[in-house]
């Protein structure tokens, strides 16, 4: 027994599932989506920082590095240095050395008038002797008394073999006046591009303090931490604390914890050197920042809910109301009372569907009294009698079959045959006039193996129906009519070998029945309708109305019929409609 709700109810469920869920489904894909949009601008704003500053520091290690790959283009500089380390060869007196050096030191100063002013100071050194030292702001220095085959970015550029190495921060202190000055330097190793000998190392300095420069423009309305670190993870510069634990869990996009506070890492390589740089983003910050658009969308939330209530309290009870008093008169209508009258309402549409059930029951009751139960027997009387047609031309051409196998003399064909048609004429002669379609295909087949014998090797038959639509019910003989004439004004009036189709099929909701012969066909437009095609558009039209009958023919190349059937209007098999 099915449940039953009252009106009031099922507007409830109405007002839930039409206004609640979607305005709790749409408030929470807009905080998703204002949600994803914040992120992806935060992250674009941390990706354009962080590339705003990877190209600052960049450019500055480029002007480093320039300086030291200075010697290679200047031909002269590759001929003092040479001259310099030549130290006991015949006819270079220590004089030409002297020169040489104050050669060096020369191009050293002028090379340094032309770079930007935070670039300090540049020192070449050769194998034990440190030739010169070069400030922008200071005379040449002869630092040969500093001991520097120890010092870290001698021995690394060394090792990169003429590649640049990018130092840390360091003291100047191989310019005694200078040793409290913090630098970063690019080294590299000078090699003669003619014989790759080893000729020196060259260092170009530049002040710790651009870092400043640098990131003090940046401006983030996060808090957050910004470092920068060499290849082994020793922070260059930092704008705030950052503890070594929290260094070496450094992965790009992973979330860190410093005690109570939680930071997203964004790491970006400096393009061609060793160092990278690392923001620390507040994540709790973030999440502050997220948390006034989950309270906008709970107030928009709340404020919907509580606006589609209050119209849903109003318009529910104008309309349950009067719809309780409508099924109470459709109820006394359903006992037989047709006396029985809705009253008026004060929604216009309501009252006009008042005035209409109480139109509907007085019509009602004229047409059941006078009109509906003739129009029915009168129905059913033409049904009867279109299907009654049907018999005698089928008889008639099957026993002429029979007359032709009998000639023959094929006896046993011959009552074969006859307990063939003793089937067939069950199934004609049983009360019924609607039949399943497989019951309708199951007498086609058996029709056309009785007609064969009348066609002999002059007819082929092939017989299709789709699985789908086998238990839907049609009028009996619907479909043999038109076989019948298929065989009889297609077939038998043809001197070729001629095949006959019979199709059944589910397209688009629709079921569709195709006969279709390639015997000699007609001209449809000299030619009219039978009795026998007239009955079968008849009866197809009193079962459905909406059924369609469409055929098309042409002398010499048969005949196709195609009756088209809603699916929707069909009973099932098991139904008692039959």
């Not at 489904?25 to 204002?34: A, E, F, G, H, P």
């Not at 003619?194 to 060259?202: D, E, K, P, Q, W």
């Not at 964004?266 to 948390?291: A, E, G, H, P, T």
């Not at 199709?503 to 449809?524: A, Q, W």
């Amino acid at each position: 027994m099915k449940r039953v709700y009252s009106i009031k109810l099922k507007f409830i469920f109405i007002y839930f599932f039409s206004f609640v869920i979607p305005i709790i489904v749409s408030m929470l894909i807009i905080s998703s989506y204002l949600k994803v949009q914040f992120t992806k601008q935060i992250s674009v704003l941390i990706d354009d920082h962080l590339e705003a500053i990877s190209q600052n520091i960049s450019s500055y290690l480029e002007d480093l590095n320039g300086i030291t790959t200075m010697p290679y283009y200047n031909k002269d500089f590759i001929t003092y240095l040479d001259t310099v380390l030549k130290n006991n060869a015949k006819g270079d007196s220590e004089y030409e050395r002297f020169l040489a050096e104050v050669a060096l030191k020369d191009e050293l100063s002028n090379y340094m008038l032309l770079t930007r002013k935070d670039i300090l100071g540049t020192i070449l050194v050769t194998d034990k002797v440190l030739v010169s030292g070069v400030r922008k702001d200071a005379n040449p220095y002869s630092l040969h008394d500093y001991d520097f085959s120890k010092t870290d970015w001698y021995i690394e550029a060394m090792k990169c073999n003429g590649r640049p190495y990018v130092t840390g921060v360091h003291s100047q202190d191989y310019f005694p006046e200078y040793s409290d000055t913090k630098v970063f330097s690019v080294a590299r190793l000078i090699k003669d591009p003619v014989t790759s000998r080893n000729l020196g190392v060259m260092m170009a300095d530049a002040n710790t303090n651009i870092f400043n420069d640098v990131f003090s423009n940046i401006k983030f309305n996060i808090p957050s931490k910004i470092l920068l670190l060499d290849k082994n993870n020793n922070v260059i510069y930092s704008t705030g604390d950052i503890s070594k634990d929290m260094i070496k869990k450094l992965n790009n996009n992973n979330l860190v914890k410093d005690g109570k506070e939680s930071y997203i890492v964004k790491i970006r390589d400096i393009s061609n050197y060793d160092w990278k740089i690392v923001m620390f983003i507040s994540d709790n910050s973030i999440k502050k920042q997220l948390s006034w658009i989950y309270g906008v969308c709970a107030l928009l939330l709340l404020f919907g809910l509580v606006v589609t209530y209050f119209v849903f309290y109003l318009l529910s009870g104008d309309i349950s109301m009067p719809i309780k008093k409508m099924m109470k008169v459709m109820k006394e209508v359903e006992k037989g009372n047709f006396n029985v009258r809705v009253s008026e309402f004060k929604i216009i549409e309501i009252n006009e569907l008042s005035r209409a059930l109480n139109n509907m029951t007085e019509k009602l009751n004229e047409s059941i009294e006078k009109e509906y139960k003739l129009v029915i027997q009168q129905k059913n009387a033409e049904f009867k009698a279109l299907q009654s047609q049907i018999h005698p031309h089928f008889l008639y051409n099957t026993l002429n079959g029979f007359i032709g196998l009998n000639r023959l003399g094929e006896k046993q064909r011959l009552e074969d045959s006859i307990l063939n048609l003793t089937k067939m004429l069950r199934y004609a002669l049983e009360d019924r006039n609607l039949v399943s379609i497989k019951e309708e295909f199951d007498f086609l087949k058996e029709y056309g193996d009785l007609q064969l014998i009348r066609f002999e090797d002059r007819l082929r038959i092939n017989i299709s129906c789709d699985e789908r639509i086998k238990e839907y019910i049609i009028p009996k003989f619907l479909l043999q009519p038109i076989v019948e004439n298929a065989m009889v004004h297609g077939a038998e009036c043809s001197e070729k070998l001629c095949t006959l189709n019979i199709l059944g099929s589910l397209k688009e909701n629709n079921v569709i029945f195709t006969v279709s012969d390639d015997g000699v066909g007609f001209n449809m437009e000299a030619s009219k309708d039978g009795v026998g095609l007239s009955n079968i558009k008849n009866r197809l039209f009193l079962f459905n109305k909406n059924s369609k009958f469409h055929m098309e023919s042409s002398p010499d190349k048969g005949t196709i019929i195609v009756v088209t059937i809603p699916v929707e209007d069909f009973i099932n098999e098991n139904s008692d409609c039959r």
